[in-house]
């Protein structure tokens, strides 16, 4: 696929370290990419890949660099503006968009940026940024503010924006977190093109079946130190989240039956307008149901409606065996239901508080005292039980939940949700960006829990999660549960045909 | 159509509310709709608006601004004060000394704000008694009459006499007025450097991110506030024909809410030139009405205040929201 010589680097790094406070994010890291390259770069998360990015475009100052070297030429102090004027573009991780402006304003924001005063011509602005989109194969209202699209499409307008100007380089900082199937697919087409027509394409994504499918090489680094460099080509998943987590972690079928299990949950002919229609499921005590289908196909509407935050249109719900029609996502969480939403950023949880706060948030009524005010102790026993009962990693209990990794923040989440002891647990795309070895994690103690004979619905667009972690697999399409599988007498290829066909 | 109601949600049920308390006023009080009164609300207006555009600036870039209107006192004493000592002084150099003068304290607050990282509330309440403070102490308080000549002239940019001998007239405030909200407009919507303004305003690692110079774009915005202070000194030294140091102090909560109530965010990121003009003449118009139907003075700042937190409470209710409930359920 390289049109380009192996010889010929868009970047070279070289022993590059960079340390906040005490936390050492890189550690004499090289790193190499070839022109026209799709180069993978993987690690755990908090492993240092994002602030490698942020080196390499100026965004931090290495402490210590030998050497960063952009297309054959050394550069000394590197700007956000020099690296883009090299031809250098980021796809950031948290999107670094700005919500109050319109799509147009967003996806051609890099060229406003600067000193010298120019006028902003609305109209060019818009036409240029609508062929980007029609690149991409989008249509989207370009008038349209940007806090008022959904996180697929603030990321369809963060792709756009990194292709709007011909780098030579772009770094894709885990660009496919929330995108559904069919522009993830297109994405990842656009990358194929872009590195046919020469543009070296650094990809991050914690997705590893779509790592090995797009990238050349890969990169892999642990703890802000470098594993090595390894061709994609023969090279596993097992065998990659070895290399980047240090153990092998391995993935077996572990559905069970339970016919002898009291149903916590049951839906009838439930239906939404628009959303889904004649949804009817079981789940029983200590099971974990698998539901699958495209993003899209009305799966997190549906966990919306058994939550209560919106009211289903016909049908009906039972929860241990009577009549549960909740209105509101209190009377839910009230009778036993607890929802790890999908969109951890901004939903699950208050990225500037702390740790421990966040981890006691639903449960604050019982840690009152009788005067009415929080028990500190209680709250302090509570987190610490969470915190060992999971395996959280942390500094201490005061930090602000953003100073943690993704994977660690999420079982954070799940602490807060545990914590109200539910009897129904519903996770909805629980491992968006966590990492291998975080996922293995979550799901060990998603499995504890099933074993405890707490019942679990698992939503995820990810064939394998599914397969290897739910006792049956609903798969639902177009609002409707299609069919039934057991993962003891399907494949993940079968699996997968049967979805994306 | 639907576009433009979502872009300027604000704006038009402003515009909305005001076209009817304005007919509603024509209405009632008789003398509302005549142009010597319209061309007084104007003239009463002008300071306020050479502020609130200044202020939006800051807005937008995500600050906020306690200080102005004592700046604009501290402005218009040292002006005196330079200008009697060079011999008086023309309007040229009036505008540049005022203009400079208004920059210079406004970048004061930006070196504050970004240099020691204080957050812009704080550092503009501490420059707002600072000011205030050295203001009093060195004029001890008193007026100043002895002006240049051209500074108090009355300069009218229009003029018209009706049937009853009523002059109706425009002070060269107003002039000066609409070009502040002009170059406003063109700064904010038609510059890169406006654009890079609501960016920083809007996420600021963002924009850093983007290679923003968030100190110069720090600077940009209150030096424009510090220049539209003094740009509004001079043309209330211009009105009130003299200098009294204690004057203008308290206006800038009034200006600030006239403001917000336009649509600009406090958090930065969103505003508008015309969502600010409507706002202040929102609160200008009602003042203006309540003082013709002859409503105790004592009543407006509480009636002002009511009308203002209604309006702002229910700003946040979109107008596109409600249109786009209407259609699915239709
Ligand atoms: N601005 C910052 N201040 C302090 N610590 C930071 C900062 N940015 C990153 N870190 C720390 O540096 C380490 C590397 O973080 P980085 O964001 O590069 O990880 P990552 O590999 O991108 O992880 P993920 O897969 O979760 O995105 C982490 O331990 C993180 O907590
Ligand atoms: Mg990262």
């Known amino acids: ?501 | 159509m639907r576009n433009i109601l979502r872009s300027y949600t604000i704006e038009t049920r402003l515009a909305v509310v005001l076209a009817l308390i304005c007919i509603a006023l024509s209405v009632t009080a008789p003398q509302f709709a005549t142009l010597p009164n319209l061309s007084s609300l104007m003239n009463q207006s002008a300071v306020n608006l050479i502020w609130a555009v200044g202020l939006l600036v800051v807005l937008i870039a995500g600050g906020i601004d306690i200080s102005f209107a004592v700046a604009s006192s501290v402005v218009q004493y040292l002006a005196a004060k330079l200008l009697m000592s060079v011999g008086g002084g023309n309007w040229v150099l009036g505008f540049l000394f005022c203009g400079s003068l208004g920059i210079l304290l406004g970048l004061l607050n930006a070196w504050l704000i970004h240099g020691f990282r204080i957050i812009s509330i704080v550092v503009t309440i501490a420059t707002f008694n600072a000011f205030f403070g050295l203001l009093m102490f060195f004029s001890g308080g008193r007026n100043i009459y002895n002006l240049p000549d051209w500074w108090t002239a009355r300069i009218f940019i229009f003029e018209h006499q009706n049937d009853q001998g009523v002059w109706s007239e425009l002070n060269l405030s107003v002039g000066v007025m609409v070009v502040c909200v002009i170059a406003t407009w063109v700064l904010i919507r038609r510059t890169n450097i406006g654009r890079q303004l609501y960016a920083f305003g809007d996420n600021p690692e963002g924009a850093r991110r983007a290679g923003v110079n968030i100190a110069v774009m720090q600077g940009v915005a209150f030096g424009w506030m510090g220049l539209m202070a003094g740009i509004a000194g001079l043309m209330q030294v211009n009105i009130f024909q003299e200098v009294v140091p204690n004057a203008l102090y308290g206006r800038e909560l009034d200006v600030l809410a006239a403001v917000v109530l336009g649509g600009a965010r406090l958090g930065g990121g969103k505003g508008t030139i015309l969502g600010c003009v409507l706002g202040v003449m929102f609160v200008a118009v009602t003042q203006n009405g309540l003082n013709l139907l002859g409503v105790s003075p004592f009543a407006f700042q509480m009636i002002i205040g009511a009308v203002i937190l209604v309006a702002i409470s229910t700003s946040n209710m979109d107008l596109s929201q409600i249109m786009r409930r209407k259609e699915a359920r239709s």
């Open chain 1, 1 to 501: 696929m390289t049109t380009a010589p192996a010889d010929q680097f868009a970047l070279r790094l070289h022993k590059v370290s960079k340390a906040f406070g005490g936390v050492q994010a890189l550690n004499q890291v090289d790193f190499e990419v070839r022109a026209g390259e799709v180069h993978c770069l993987a690690g755990e998360n908090g492993c240092g890949k994002s602030t490698l990015i942020k080196v390499v475009t100026g965004v931090h100052q290495p402490e210590k660099a030998e050497l960063i070297e952009l297309f054959g030429e050394a550069v000394g102090q590197i700007s956000p503006v020099l690296a883009r004027q090299l031809g250098v573009s980021v796809i950031w991780q948290d999107l670094a968009l700005f919500p109050h402006m319109t799509v147009a304003e967003n996806i051609a924001f890099d060229d406003m940026v600067g000193l010298r005063p120019r006028s902003v011509k609305y109209r060019e602005m818009i036409t240029r940024s609508g062929d980007v989109l029609a690149r991409l194969g989008v249509q989207m209202d370009l008038s349209a503010p940007l806090n008022d699209l959904p996180i697929a499409q603030r990321q369809v307008v963060a792709i756009a924006r990194a292709l709007m100007n011909d780098a030579k380089l772009i770094f894709m900082d885990e660009p496919t977190a929330s995108l559904t199937q069919s522009e993830t697919d297109r994405l990842l087409d656009i990358v194929r093109k872009l590195s046919a027509d020469g543009v070296a394409i650094v990809f991050v994504s914690h997705r590893l079946a779509e790592v090995l499918d797009i990238a050349e090489r890969v990169t892999v680094v642990r703890d802000g130190n470098l594993v090595g460099v390894y061709p994609t080509e023969g090279m596993t998943q097992a065998r990659l989240g070895e290399l980047m987590t240090g153990h092998l972690i391995e993935n077996a079928v572990v559905a069970r039956d339970l016919p002898d299990a009291p149903v916590v949950f049951e839906a009838e002919g439930l239906a939404r307008h628009g959303e889904f229609s004649d949804v009817s499921l079981k789940i029983r005590a200590g099971e974990v149901l698998g539901l699958t289908g495209l993003i899209g196909a009305g799966r997190t509407e549906l966990a919306h409606v058994m939550m209560g935050m919106r009211s289903a249109d016909s049908g009906h719900m039972l929860l241990n065996g009577a009549a549960y029609a909740p209105s509101h996502i209190r009377s839910a969480i009230k009778q036993g239901m607890a929802y790890v939403s999908e969109d951890r950023l901004s939903l699950g949880l208050l990225q500037k508080q702390s740790i421990a706060d966040n981890t006691v948030i639903s449960v604050l009524h019982k840690l009152t005292t009788a005067t009415g005010l929080i028990s500190y102790t209680r709250k302090a026993d509570l987190v610490r039980h969470w915190i060992r009962e999971l395996g959280v990693k942390i500094g201490a209990p005061e930090d602000a939940i953003s100073t943690l990794s993704g994977g660690n923040q999420q079982k954070v989440v799940l602490a807060k949700w545990l914590a109200t002891e539910p009897k129904l647990l519903i996770l909805d795309s629980p491992t968006v960006g966590v990492d291998v070895g975080a996922r293995a994690g979550i799901f060990r103690i998603v499995r504890a829990l099933a074993d405890e004979g707490l019942a679990i619905l698992l939503i995820s667009d990810e064939v394998t999660e599914v397969m290897f972690h739910s006792d049956r697999i609903l798969h639902m399409a177009d609002g409707r549960i299609v069919q039934e599988y057991d993962p003891r007498t399907i494949t993940v290829p079968q699996l997968e045909e049967r979805i994306y066909a």
